[in-house]
């Protein structure tokens, strides 16, 4: 059973880092894209970086270029989101998705406020 569990969301104060993990479990390679997701309140869901399964190449939305870095240990099955410059407008639910050929998996949600 494949499980994705996020951890590191937390409360920052507007130009703060946090940095957020995602711990995936119940797999046996690393040939998965890892994915951070975030929904405001009252906003659709949100892409907002992608790492592929060996790590070279990343992507990211235009709201967070140059401020977050995605990156991932495959020797760790886990996958970070560096963020910072934090903005209000980053507080959301942060949720980790991996895709695995045609399935894909979610975590539970890491909720992160940028608030003074």
């Known amino acids: 059973q494949v499980q994705v569990v996020e951890s590191g969301g937390g409360l920052v104060q507007p130009g703060g880092s946090l940095r957020l993990s995602c711990a995936v479990s119940g797999v046996t390679s690393s040939s998965y894209l890892m994915n951070w997701y975030r929904r405001a309140p009252g906003k659709e869901r949100e892409l907002v970086a992608v790492i592929t399964n060996t790590g070279r190449i990343t992507t990211y939305a235009d709201s967070v270029k140059g401020r977050f870095t995605i990156s991932r240990d495959n020797a760790k099955n886990t996958a970070y989101l560096q963020m910072n410059s934090l903005k209000p407008e980053d507080t959301a639910v942060y949720y980790c998705?991996?895709?695995?050929?045609?399935?894909?998996?979610w975590g539970q949600g890491t909720q992160v406020t940028v608030s003074s």
């Open positions: 998705n991996i895709k695995r050929g045609t399935s894909d998996y």
